[in-house]
């Protein structure tokens, strides 16, 4: 038996608002079981994330993360997806690494949107330059197609390049650009907060999507202490990411504080046309699992 491999020729067959029902529907099944496994030498890492959802399948993806590669022109992130059958534990496909991470990242932060920020939003603002914010870019536009995208970067060389090759304007000044804005996604490495709580407006809905590590985060506490906070999974992102971990164990915020994620239903939406949102995106194993199977069928 041929074991099929599904690699980056299969995004014309994917779409993100379809991605996001598959995202949804993966949530009405039993909770995931989930395992991982974060080994380090800094500044690099190897994550090994497994799930298995009952109904659906099983799945283990292995990320490299060595960010000095790009100084050697090698792509900083690597890594394999193996997808089994739920029936009888058989290898159903091997998937192309950054084709699965690219839709699970974009897609968990977009199905937060559809549901968290506003459905007016009309400005988006993408914080950081890189391969996930062009993701991002994708994705949105998707859900919010008469949205204006406006593009942030520590390099303004890196912004101005991202905002040529992608429709958007650029921003020079973030302390500037975050109050202008109805939806602030943020896709850096940043291991020290470049959102400031004090930016913030009434009615804004703000995507974090960099920290990934116990020592990573990307907003402040004044941001968390005004937001409502929901997450994509209380259990890949309380413990596990700087985001919510260093605020936690500080007693900044508490575990009550976690208004929703998305096994909690109904309790995941805005609440208040003035209510600021908060998202962290985890994503962990399982949404790997729910994308994977949603590119499988797509594929045929």
Not at 24 to 35: T, W
Not at 58 to 85: D, E, M, Q, R, Y
Not at 267 to 274: C, N, W
Request: aromatic share 8%; net charge negative.
């Amino acid at each position: 038996m041929t074991i099929p491999f599904i690699g980056q020729e299969a995004e014309r067959m994917l779409d993100w608002l379809a991605l996001t029902r598959a995202l949804a529907a993966g949530h009405d099944l039993p909770r995931a079981e989930i395992g991982d496994t974060f080994l380090y030498r800094d500044p690099d890492t190897m994550l090994s994330r497994a799930a298995w959802i009952d109904g659906l399948g099983l799945l283990v993806k292995t990320a490299t993360i060595f960010p000095g590669n790009k100084n050697h022109g090698k792509p900083a992130i690597g890594g394999a997806v193996s997808l089994f059958s739920d029936t009888d534990g058989t290898l159903a496909a091997m998937l192309d690494f950054g084709l699965v991470t690219k839709w699970k990242t974009a897609g968990d932060s977009l199905l937060a949107a559809t549901r968290l920020a506003r459905p007016d939003s009309r400005r988006i603002l993408i914080v950081g330059s890189g391969t996930v914010a062009a993701s991002l870019r994708q994705a949105y536009a998707a859900a919010f197609p008469q949205a204006d995208f406006t593009v942030w970067s520590r390099s303004a060389d890196n912004a101005r390049a991202f905002a040529a090759a992608h429709d958007c304007a650029a921003a020079t000044d973030l302390a500037q650009a975050v109050p202008e804005a109805d939806i602030i996604a943020c896709a850096t490495m940043a291991t020290e907060p470049v959102l400031q709580g004090d930016w913030l407006q009434p009615g804004q809905h703000i995507d974090l999507i960099g920290a990934y590590r116990p020592d990573m985060r990307e907003a402040d506490d004044t941001a968390l202490r005004r937001a409502t906070i929901f997450v994509d999974a209380r259990a890949t992102t309380l413990d596990h990411i700087g985001e919510l971990r260093i605020p936690l164990a500080a007693g900044t915020i508490t575990a009550d504080d976690i208004a929703a994620d998305y096994y909690d239903g109904s309790a995941f939406k805005r609440r208040a046309e003035d209510e600021i949102t908060l998202f962290k995106n985890g994503g962990g194993a399982h949404l790997d699992l729910m994308t994977s199977r949603y590119i499988l069928d797509a594929v045929g």
